[in-house]
């Protein structure tokens, strides 16, 4: 006998075949003519195969009968064609093992409609629920996508470390690693002597593997980096996390225009394969959380994205009439409200602005002529706003370090960074794709502290 999986056995094709299942019961429902119909869930998929267990079972007075939501079995029996509708199968039980109990009087996935501030503190157990398989499978199908898409490109996959001495970004927005005892600190000259930490210098997390990444690029070419970033903003809204995955391709010979067209290239493939791979848990999404996403996903594959330079951007905002939270003017950071203006109301499409004020952005971007700008370029999508943020690099040495002076970024710190321009330097560019915003994306889940499995935040780092 084969053991299958729910998502096997909810096939037309499984009809006829013995089989084999495991998974959690989600409802039982007694039948007067003696017997019990099982919602069996395995997180296979969305849907739930229906297990029709007879009262001949051996165990059926004493056991199935008092089968619990929530706990775990092992079925065995034959798939019949189903005569119920909505369904293409059911399961003849030949036999039902208990495996765990769940105390209904303490399980708390006893009733649907929890809300999802709720499941958060249950974070542990929502993978047991409808919307938190949806966000798996999704999550699970954007990260095979993201390898899809670049290996048949010829991208070398690098991993670029965790643990760094370099603020990628140089927001100053760092967790600290050390070993050094805070009640306790080594001292010289009256301040904590980080030479004698575990790395002989302060260490933090990483925010970004972009650095790294670049000096591979500056000698295999095209390569990207997928991992877990770390920053220590303060930033509550439903788009920020203190951790989060990143996406970072990295591509010599690149410039901001070949960036933009992989970026786009790129986000139109992550969301073909979520329509061809995830259509049940998009039609989930569709019912329970946003009903226009498969309408948003088909027109963003319909239309090419605008381009949009950020003076353009900052002018249609000041015209819009709007009044805003925070006023717009040229070389002020543009929010998300103005972020999604452009994108949801003003283009109605992804929009990708570009060119931005060299005060706002980091000091590795490339420096423009007009000695205002740089070639930065982020991309706005319709519900999230930013989703990828990403530039030509700066490959001239004296403007690099120009550029670090101006930021207040010591060049010492940066020398093996800097060889890369001092030796064989190359026009090169890339970008960082937010792997929970692009869920948020594809699902219209709301909050983004819903499509990670477990969030940190400030204040919360639970399970
Ligand atoms: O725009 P960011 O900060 O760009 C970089 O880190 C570059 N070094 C990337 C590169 O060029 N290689 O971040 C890139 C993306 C954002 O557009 C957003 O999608 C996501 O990362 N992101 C966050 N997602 C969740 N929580 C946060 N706190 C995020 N900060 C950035
Ligand atoms: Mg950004």
């Given at each position: 006998?084969?053991?299958?999986?729910?998502?096997?056995?909810?096939?037309?094709?499984?009809?006829?075949?013995?089989?084999r299942?495991?998974?959690?019961?989600?409802?039982?429902?007694?039948?007067?003519?003696?017997?019990?119909?099982?919602?069996?869930?395995?997180?296979?998929?969305?849907?739930?195969?229906?297990?029709?267990?007879?009262g001949?079972?051996?165990?059926?007075?004493?056991?199935?009968?008092?089968?619990?939501?929530?706990?775990?079995?092992?079925?065995?029996?034959?798939?019949?064609?189903?005569?119920?509708?909505?369904?293409?199968?059911?399961?003849?039980?030949?036999?039902?093992?208990?495996?765990?109990?769940?105390?209904?009087?303490?399980?708390?996935?006893?009733?649907?409609?929890?809300?999802?501030?709720?499941?958060?503190?249950?974070?542990?157990?929502?993978?047991?629920?409808?919307?938190?398989?949806?966000?798996?499978?999704?999550?699970?199908?954007?990260?095979?996508?993201?390898?899809?898409?670049?290996?048949?490109?010829?991208?070398?996959?690098?991993?670029?470390?965790?643990?760094?001495?370099?603020?990628?970004?140089?927001?100053?927005?760092?967790?600290?690693?050390?070993?050094?005892?805070?009640?306790?600190?080594?001292?010289?000259?009256?301040?904590?002597?980080?030479?004698?930490?575990?790395?002989?210098?302060?260490?933090?997390?990483?925010?970004?593997?972009?650095?790294?990444?670049?000096?591979?690029?500056?000698?295999?070419?095209?390569?990207?980096?997928?991992?877990?970033?770390?920053?220590?903003?303060?930033?509550?809204?439903?788009?920020?996390?203190?951790?989060?995955?990143?996406?970072?391709?990295?591509?010599?010979?690149?410039?901001?225009?070949?960036n933009?067209?992989?970026?786009?290239a790129?986000?139109?493939?992550?969301i073909?394969?979520?329509?061809?791979?995830?259509?049940?848990?998009?039609?989930?999404?569709?019912?329970?959380?946003?009903?226009?996403?498969?309408?948003?996903?088909?027109?963003?594959?319909?239309?090419?994205?605008?381009?949009?330079?950020?003076?353009?951007?900052?002018?249609?905002?000041?015209?819009s009439?709007?009044?805003?939270?925070?006023?717009?003017?040229?070389?002020?950071?543009?929010?998300s409200?103005?972020?999604?203006?452009?994108?949801?109301?003003?283009?109605?499409?992804?929009?990708?602005?570009?060119?931005?004020?060299?005060?706002?952005?980091?000091?590795?971007?490339?420096?423009?002529?007009?000695?205002?700008?740089?070639?930065?370029?982020?991309?706005?999508?319709?519900?999230?706003?930013?989703?990828?943020?990403?530039?030509?690099?700066?490959?001239?040495?004296d403007?690099?370090?120009?550029?670090?002076?101006?930021?207040?970024?010591?060049?010492?710190?940066?020398?093996?960074?800097?060889d890369?321009?001092?030796?064989?330097?190359?026009?090169?560019?890339?970008?960082?794709?937010?792997?929970?915003?692009?869920?948020?994306?594809?699902?219209?889940?709301?909050?983004?502290?819903?499509?990670?499995?477990?969030p940190?935040?400030?204040?919360?780092?639970?399970?």
């Amino acid at each position: 006998m084969d053991t299958i999986s729910v998502s096997d056995a909810r096939r037309a094709e499984a009809v006829g075949r013995t089989v084999r299942l495991r998974g959690w019961v989600r409802t039982r429902r007694d039948s007067k003519g003696g017997f019990s119909f099982l919602e069996l869930n395995d997180g296979s998929c969305q849907g739930n195969v229906q297990v029709v267990a007879p009262g001949e079972l051996p165990n059926y007075e004493a056991v199935v009968k008092h089968l619990h939501t929530g706990a775990s079995v092992a079925v065995d029996g034959e798939v019949k064609a189903s005569p119920a509708k909505g369904q293409a199968t059911e399961v003849l039980a030949s036999r039902v093992e208990l495996l765990g109990d769940a105390d209904p009087e303490t399980y708390p996935l006893q009733k649907k409609g929890h809300t999802f501030e709720f499941l958060r503190t249950i974070a542990h157990l929502r993978p047991r629920t409808n919307t938190f398989g949806a966000v798996a499978r999704l999550r699970n199908q954007v990260s095979k996508s993201v390898h899809d898409f670049f290996q048949e490109r010829g991208f070398l996959y690098v991993h670029t470390p965790i643990v760094t001495a370099s603020d990628c970004e140089g927001a100053g927005e760092l967790f600290r690693v050390t070993t050094i005892d805070p009640d306790a600190p080594p001292r010289a000259d009256g301040k904590v002597d980080y030479s004698k930490d575990f790395f002989g210098k302060p260490a933090f997390l990483t925010v970004s593997g972009q650095l790294q990444a670049e000096t591979f690029a500056c000698g295999l070419g095209k390569v990207y980096t997928f991992g877990p970033t770390f920053r220590a903003e303060n930033s509550n809204t439903p788009r920020h996390l203190a951790e989060f995955w990143m996406v970072e391709p990295e591509m010599a010979f690149f410039d901001l225009t070949d960036n933009m067209d992989l970026a786009e290239a790129f986000l139109k493939r992550v969301i073909t394969d979520a329509l061809a791979h995830c259509h049940d848990d998009l039609e989930f999404f569709r019912d329970r959380v946003d009903k226009g996403v498969f309408d948003r996903l088909r027109g963003v594959l319909a239309n090419p994205f605008m381009r949009v330079p950020y003076t353009a951007a900052v002018d249609i905002l000041l015209k819009s009439g709007k009044t805003w939270e925070y006023p717009v003017a040229w070389g002020k950071d543009l929010q998300s409200e103005h972020e999604r203006f452009l994108a949801e109301q003003h283009f109605d499409c992804p929009v990708i602005l570009y060119d931005y004020p060299r005060t706002l952005k980091p000091f590795y971007m490339r420096c423009n002529d007009d000695g205002k700008t740089v070639r930065a370029m982020d991309v706005l999508v319709p519900g999230v706003g930013e989703i990828i943020g990403g530039s030509q690099r700066e490959e001239r040495l004296d403007v690099l370090e120009g550029r670090m002076r101006e930021q207040g970024l010591n060049p010492d710190g940066y020398q093996w960074y800097l060889d890369l321009r001092r030796y064989g330097t190359v026009p090169h560019s890339g970008f960082g794709l937010g792997l929970e915003r692009t869920v948020l994306f594809l699902s219209g889940m709301a909050n983004i502290r819903d499509v990670i499995p477990f969030p940190r935040t400030p204040g919360n780092a639970e399970f």
